[in-house]
């Protein structure tokens, strides 16, 4: 498993704003192979700023880099400058390769 996240820091003033432009965009993810789940979290409010962190799963990261070359990626992001003012300096990427798994299946 490979986890790819982005967090954000948004000003409260623009948080419907940045909520809304996710929660409409067309991501395209579940067409790629490899792809297991995103999630958009909203973390807490400090000083009149949000933590947001965007996160997807991937079989691997060998998946997830097939993903950023892809055209699906290319349309996902076409707008991403002109929304750039929503939140403060760039995302910070990080990604993280999964060296233990236990689900609610799991016995041990």
């Given at each position: 498993?490979?986890?790819?996240?982005?967090?954000?820091?948004?000003?409260?003033?623009?948080?419907?704003?940045?909520?809304?432009?996710?929660?409409?965009?067309?991501?395209?993810?579940?067409?790629?192979?490899?792809?297991?789940?995103?999630?958009?979290?909203?973390?807490?409010?400090?000083?009149?700023?949000?933590?947001y962190a965007s996160?997807?799963?991937?079989?691997?990261?060998?998946?997830?880099r097939a993903w950023?070359?892809?055209?699906?990626?290319?349309?996902?992001?076409?707008?991403?400058?002109?929304?750039?003012?929503?939140?403060?300096?760039a995302p910070t990427?990080?990604?993280?390769?999964?060296?233990?798994?236990?689900?609610?299946?799991?016995?041990?």
């Amino acid at each position: 498993m490979y986890l790819a996240m982005n967090r954000f820091t948004v000003l409260t003033d623009n948080a419907a704003a940045f909520e809304e432009l996710w929660l409409s965009r067309e991501s395209r993810l579940q067409d790629m192979d490899g792809f297991v789940s995103f999630h958009m979290l909203k973390g807490p409010e400090a000083e009149g700023r949000i933590l947001y962190a965007s996160h997807t799963v991937w079989q691997s990261e060998a998946h997830f880099r097939a993903w950023t070359t892809s055209a699906a990626f290319r349309q996902a992001h076409s707008g991403a400058g002109q929304t750039r003012q929503l939140y403060e300096g760039a995302p910070t990427f990080e990604g993280f390769e999964s060296i233990q798994e236990i689900d609610a299946l799991s016995s041990t």
